[in-house]
């Protein structure tokens, strides 16, 4: 019995022709990764590359950059970017919920640090004015023209974070008796989100004459010296007297 190979898939042997499938080796032999472990990966490709467009649109702006600008920015294909964003909407979207994340995850790392009230809220305002200050100014604007959606994620996810974590601060603040037991904690709450709102809009702080990061300090003194108790007020006039010193 005698066979040889005459063409590649098909065996001679004996006169007859056997058809047989071929595979090319590197497909017959290539790793099988598992499906858990390619979308663990995926994940952390994805993450990554919303780190790195938060920190764009951050230092450059929205509206002025596209979907070829971020490629070329973060020294990645179009195919990359395309493989975990459908279009710059989605991008900005995912972007804006890494932040509300982040900010969270921050606070919340905060309020573990059983500092009291007063201290926890001045660690937090600080916190804020550090995030503001690395933003460029057209950012607001542009997610509310541009990308309305977006937008409207950011301002739901903060404003409900902002009223637990002040509403949070006030009981904590009576219960130390650092602010005054006849606080009504929901007015007050709402109260400083309003102001809050404020301290955002050109219109009542035009940029060329106020800081942001001042307006927010200012914000967090009159806050505090208007809800604090004598004991809480004491407490704020050592801070101020150590910081001068």
Not at 80 to 102: A, G, I, M, R
Request: with cysteine.
């Amino acid at each position: 019995m005698t066979g040889r190979v005459s063409r590649v898939g098909t065996i001679c042997h004996n006169g007859n022709e056997i058809t047989c499938k071929t595979f090319p080796l590197c497909a017959t032999f290539a790793p099988r990764w598992p499906v858990g472990l390619v979308r663990r990966r995926m994940e952390l490709k994805k993450k990554e590359l919303l780190e790195q467009v938060m920190k764009l649109f951050m230092r450059l702006g929205i509206k002025s950059l596209t979907m070829d600008d971020v490629a070329t920015q973060l020294r990645v294909s179009k195919k990359t970017l395309y493989e975990h964003f459908s279009d710059k909407n989605d991008l900005v979207e995912q972007v804006v919920t890494t932040v509300c994340k982040h900010h969270r995850g921050c606070i919340e790392g905060i309020c573990t640090k059983e500092l009291n009230a007063i201290d926890e809220h001045h660690e937090i305002t600080k916190f804020i004015v550090a995030q503001v200050g690395g933003v460029h100014p057209s950012v607001q604007f542009d997610l509310q023209k541009y990308h309305p959606k977006a937008w409207s994620i950011l301002d739901d996810c903060e404003k409900m974070d902002a009223h637990r974590c002040v509403s949070a601060n006030l009981r904590k603040g009576i219960k130390e008796g650092l602010y005054r037991d006849d606080l009504d904690v929901e007015v007050i709450t709402r109260l400083y989100l309003a102001r809050m709102d404020s301290t955002w809009s050109g219109q009542v702080f035009p940029p060329e004459q106020f800081t942001v990061g001042d307006v927010l300090w200012k914000h967090f003194e009159y806050h505090i010296r208007g809800i604090a108790s004598k004991k809480g007020i004491e407490q704020v006039e050592r801070k101020a007297k150590k910081a001068r010193t």
